[in-house]
């Protein structure tokens, strides 16, 4: 029987009685499984080296009774066949991209991304022969002008970070087809409420789990979704690299997952009523938000996101030293990098970024831009708290408002 979403992110992977007839998956904690003899190894093996997913387990880097519980969850919100967990979302990208990829390869990658994930295309890829070439995400035929004959996957963010720009999926899955590209998508900011990018035909999904979908700010890890098949060999790597996820951390987002869809539906809540709020203040130049008419990608996100998260970037009217006092004049968010947690969290993006002014003019992070991540506060709280920010500044004569 099919679910609803929020059935699913309740019940998915965990289903049957569990062990002493706990509620919840429990935690195990273990760094070895034992075998009860020689024949059950050699059933153990069998149906590993088939390919199938024993039920057996045998070491903590290969799998675990928990993160399996939590890889299922996943994998069935996402609409995917499997699921592999991380220890990072980071790890999860560059297990993924060193799996696919090989010397003399040719990678496309959206210019406006995470910038960990584009510093390790640039930096570290090209140490071993392979190629990036960096594509605006609005602009399709831009990853048609970037293909080469050794290209071998595409890799974006929708949407991106910090300026939430928004991907056309139909059109890359169709030039990703044409050309026989791996297709990845890293959905974070989205999560499967907002967006399920293999319902459109990308080959694989990654997530940072330790933000949305852990959603509490207090573990971390990675996930990718796809096929069988598409994972095979990133599971070989994964158990090879060594970038598991434990027990505890898979605990916590099974939690975590657990409350997905409530959650969401506040933070898009809070997105849309502050981005609104944002937009009509005359101390603010521009806001970025996939749900305001305004974003240039708006088109394109009402017609594939069923909601718009919970992070609004936006620019005020003032350089690098005022937008720093404006965000420590705000008593709601905490300050900070991370994004998706119950809790509010504000950056100024420019500093975190670099201490070089060029270095940032350079990746295009002004310095008067606000990556606000919302959480599941009352939006009229955190529009007041933003109001009197802004009427400190402006009292103390730090802001330019026309």
């Known amino acids: 029987m099919k679910h609803h979403f929020s059935t699913t992110a309740v019940h998915a992977g965990e289903t049957g009685r569990k062990p002493f007839g706990a509620v919840t998956t429990p935690i195990v904690q273990s760094s070895t499984f034992t075998f009860e003899n020689t024949a059950d190894i050699l059933e153990y093996m069998q149906a590993k080296e088939a390919g199938a997913r024993p039920p057996q387990y045998e070491y903590g880097r290969y799998g675990n009774p928990t993160v399996r519980a939590a890889e299922e969850k996943l994998a069935a919100l996402e609409g995917g066949e499997r699921a592999l967990l991380f220890s990072s979302g980071m790890n999860a990208i560059t297990t993924t991209l060193l799996t696919l990829l090989s010397s003399g390869d040719h990678l496309i990658l959206s210019r406006d991304c995470y910038h960990r994930t584009r510093e390790f295309a640039l930096a570290l890829l090209s140490r071993w022969g392979i190629e990036t070439t960096l594509a605006e995400i609005d602009q399709p035929a831009d990853f048609a002008r970037a293909l080469r004959p050794n290209t071998r996957l595409i890799f974006c963010e929708t949407p991106t970070n910090p300026y939430l720009r928004v991907a056309d999926l139909s059109e890359l899955v169709q030039l990703a087809r044409q050309h026989h590209l791996i297709l990845i998508v890293d959905s974070t900011f989205a999560t499967p409420i907002n967006l399920r990018p293999l319902e459109y035909g990308v080959d694989l999904v990654i997530h940072s789990a330790t933000k949305y979908l852990g959603g509490h700010n207090d573990l971390l890890a990675g996930a990718v979704i796809g096929s069988a098949d598409r994972l095979a060999d990133i599971e070989l790597a994964r158990g090879l690299l060594g970038g598991v996820i434990g027990a505890n951390d898979a605990y916590l987002l099974l939690r975590g997952l657990k409350t997905l869809e409530l959650r969401l539906q506040r933070q898009n809540e809070n997105g849309m009523r502050l981005a609104e709020f944002l937009e009509s203040h005359p101390c603010v130049r521009r806001v970025y938000y996939p749900g305001l008419p305004s974003h240039p990608d708006f088109s394109v996100a009402t017609r594939q996101m069923s909601g718009f998260g919970g992070v609004v970037s936006f620019e005020i009217n003032g350089d690098f030293d005022k937008t720093a006092r404006f965000i ?15 809790e509010s969290i504000i950056e100024q993006p420019a500093a975190l970024f670099s ?23 009352n939006a009229e709280d955190l529009i007041a708290d933003l109001e009197q920010a802004f009427a400190r500044l402006q009292a103390g004569g730090g802001h330019d408002c026309p």
Do not use: F, M, S
């Open 328 to 342: 420590d004049l705000l008593h709601i968010p905490h300050v900070g990098p991370t994004l998706g947690g119950v």
């Open 355 to 377: 201490l070089d002014e060029l270095a940032r003019k350079a990746a295009g992070i002004r310095d008067n831009l606000v990556r606000y991540a919302l959480g599941i506060e």
